[in-house]
């Protein structure tokens, strides 16, 4: 079963937190999950993780080279069967990474998605989805190695992470 | 009450949130969770830098960069209460910066443990929204500012054990960015007694890659 992947900050996934409020409609989540699933036009950007998560740590890395700094990395990943359940559809989208790879295979738009629907599927994703991460250190290992491999091209870099990375790449 | 000693006199901090200060005070038993109770009286900080000082009144501090103006205590107190309190409309995500972000690294490079200081007082007091204090000490872990380092890491280690659940997982994370080993006995005892399964698993990550590197 393909998995979708969407990066998130942990601790805005608190189930506690998410579904816990007395004054919660049943069925509903805590508004506050929504800052993690920016939408524009009605679409999310998510990534396609192989059913035997063979590409799931250069998403990550992929993801990664996006950022300002290098830190954790954590991310949620769930059944892409779930999105039909909420009226979502998966588009194909090259991402704007530095692992062009990455961009042109693995990355997808979820369309259609409206204010109730990025509800429900918050709500699915935090019932139904398996969160996990990667703390820097372990992101650092892992982007010198795809540097090393050339699957990262590193003058799409911003000028803190060319930095970081070229100081790792001397190290590691 | 904290009670910081210095050259210029003994300050004393309003302490409303119990942690252990020093490994050596939390290796005397003190239980931020309710344990044996510990004394009722001051606890003198140790020194963790060349001079650790707490300038009373309206004192200038110095800057240690010549070239940045000084600024008085209460400047320095006014500055990031603002700099915390507008953080609160901004969104922030992993590895990204924010305006936030990159004034609190201005302010802490320009005034080092001061500036430390100041955050705990921000932070312990229970006065700053939950998710501006857990990104600000992310960012205690970021900042590659060496004076400062102990001074952050003291503080990090004692948010590790915040009733709130955001907090604890910002200083988690800010001791990984640090890789500190000595970080270790504070974060063993944090997930001992951590509820959350998601934060625990999050400390024990941390704890296993710290125990890598020793």
Not at chain 1, 100 to 106: F, G, K, L, V, Y
Not at chain 2, 72 to 98: I, K, N, Q, V, W
Request: aromatic share 6%; hydrophobic share 40%; net charge negative.
């Amino acid at each position: 079963m393909a998995l979708a992947l969407r990066a998130i900050r942990l601790e805005r996934w608190d189930e506690e937190e998410l579904l816990g409020a007395a004054w919660l409609p049943e069925q509903d989540i805590v508004a506050d999950v929504l800052s993690d699933l920016h939408t524009r036009g009605g679409r999310l950007s998510v990534w396609h993780i192989e059913p035997d998560r063979s590409n799931l740590e250069r998403v990550l890395v992929a993801f990664a080279t996006g950022r300002d700094v290098l830190a954790n990395v954590d991310y949620i990943l769930f059944d892409e069967s779930l999105l039909t359940t909420v009226g979502v559809q998966l588009e194909q989208e090259n991402g704007e990474s530095a692992d062009e790879t990455a961009n042109r295979e693995w990355h997808y738009n979820l369309t259609g998605v409206s204010g109730h629907r990025l509800a429900a599927l918050a709500r699915r994703m935090l019932e139904r989805g398996e969160k996990g991460g990667l703390l820097k250190q372990e992101l650092e290992l892992r982007l010198a190695r795809a540097c090393r491999a050339n699957e990262v091209d590193i003058a799409k870099l911003n000028r803190k992470m060319k930095q970081a990375v070229q100081g790792m790449l001397s190290s590691h | 009450m904290i009670s910081v000693e210095s050259e210029t006199g003994t300050a004393t901090i309003p302490r409303k949130w119990p942690y252990p200060s020093s490994p050596a005070e939390s290796m005397t038993g003190y239980d931020p969770h309710g344990g044996p109770e510990r004394p009722p009286s001051y606890i003198v900080l140790p020194s963790f830098e060349t001079h650790v000082s707490w300038p009373q009144g309206d004192t200038a501090i110095e800057s240690p960069d010549s070239t940045v103006p000084s600024t008085s205590p209460r400047e320095l107190s006014d500055h990031m209460a603002s700099l915390c309190r507008t953080a609160r409309y901004e969104h922030f995500e992993d590895g990204m910066e924010s305006d936030f972000s990159r004034e609190l690294t201005a302010t802490i490079c320009r005034y080092g443990h001061r500036a430390v200081e100041v955050l705990e007082t921000l932070l312990f007091t229970g006065s700053l929204d939950d998710g501006v204090s857990s990104e600000a000490l992310r960012w205690l872990g970021l900042i590659a500012h060496g004076p400062s380092c102990l001074a952050r890491r003291r503080v990090l280690e004692g948010a590790i054990f915040s009733t709130s659940a955001r907090m604890r997982h910002g200083a988690t994370l800010g001791l990984s960015f640090l890789n500190d080993p000595h970080a270790l006995q504070y974060l063993k005892r944090a997930a001992d007694a951590e509820a959350r399964e998601w934060l625990r698993r999050r400390m024990l990550q941390v704890i296993a890659h710290l125990e890598k590197g020793l």
